[in-house]
């Protein structure tokens, strides 16, 4: 889909909108959802929704809004004065959310979420299950990160990421990413058409200085390369004109449209290279990194010349060039212990190093993703 024509044909589309886009920047909005840009886009999505098309939500806000609820003059930087912002928010959001699609009579529908929901397989295809469910009901899906219980470990970065993370979990066609500007910019003009993100990164300026979103441009391009390798366009656009999405299905030349990978990655590659945090690494002789890049083959034991990490079989692992350069991504067969036993090791030698024999490759090409 390298022109926009085919836009028009999507039938799920995931919409995230950021907390900047959707409340307000200044602190007297802050709390105020009526002041934000919830009726607007519930009209706009609930059009779509007319018209046969599936909807998903991605919806940030909910410690905007308990902030302004709470009182706080700026964003509490303490974990635990912004989980009770996103208690407090979280429900603000939610109200927000079922006034604004009440003219429509669309039934609202909450997914909170944490990073180990998706990174566990059973509770990520469980999550796809009700999510399809709600979507067949015509409810409208709305997603946020569970900031409550959410930290470090467990965060998704921010909902740029949960975006790109639930257009696979929908199946989607179609992610949009509303802003508070226009796309991406370069020399203050707008950048329609991106087709290798790599090459537009030096447009994005470190983001700095604003206590209400946590994303910004690059966490978008960041986003929209994720989904282009599952085969999803993504369109980066202007939260504030009111019949963008209209204009987007229309493959009018609005935003900044990110072509998808000609090749799809499959769901549950997708899902190794993009949603599982990678537990070490893996250090690859040249011809074990080679075999991998342009044979597609998998990773034996006689390839590895180093071990980091602590990682348990079936954990994901980054596979690493003698240089440090990243290869790939995989689940491995052996935690850090035996894979360390085995580097360099034939694979008749496996049994005898180890005492059994748990697979010929550490990382088999079927649990192996190229980055």
Known sequence: MSTRAGLASARRIVVKVGSRSLVGATLHELGHAEGGRFAPIARQVAALREGGRAVVLVSSGAVALGRGRLGFAARPRDIAELSACAAVGQSLLMRSWEAAFAPSGAAVAQLLLTHADLSDRERYLNARGALDALLELGAVPVINENDTVAVDEIRFGDNDQLAAMVCTLADADLLVLLSDVEGLLADGARVPIVEDVEAVRSLVAPRAGDDVGSGGMGSKLEAARRAARRGVPAVIADARD???????????????????????????KHWIAYTL??????????????????????????????????????????????????????????GTADAATLAGARTDEIRTRLGFHGGDELVHRDDLVLV
């Open 242 to 268: 009111e019949d963008v999405l209209a204009k987007i299905l229309a493959a009018q030349d609005v935003g900044t449209y990110v072509v998808p990978a000609p090749v799809r990655l499959p769901s549950r």
């Open 277 to 334: 945090r990678p537990r070490g690494d893996l250090i690859l002789d040249d011809g074990a990194a080679r075999a991998i890049r342009e044979g597609g083959r998998s990773l034996l034991p006689a390839g590895v010349i180093g071990v980091r990490g602590t990682f348990a079989p079936g954990d994901a692992v980054v596979l690493r060039a003698a240089d440090g350069a990243e290869i790939g991504r995989g689940l491995t067969r052996y």
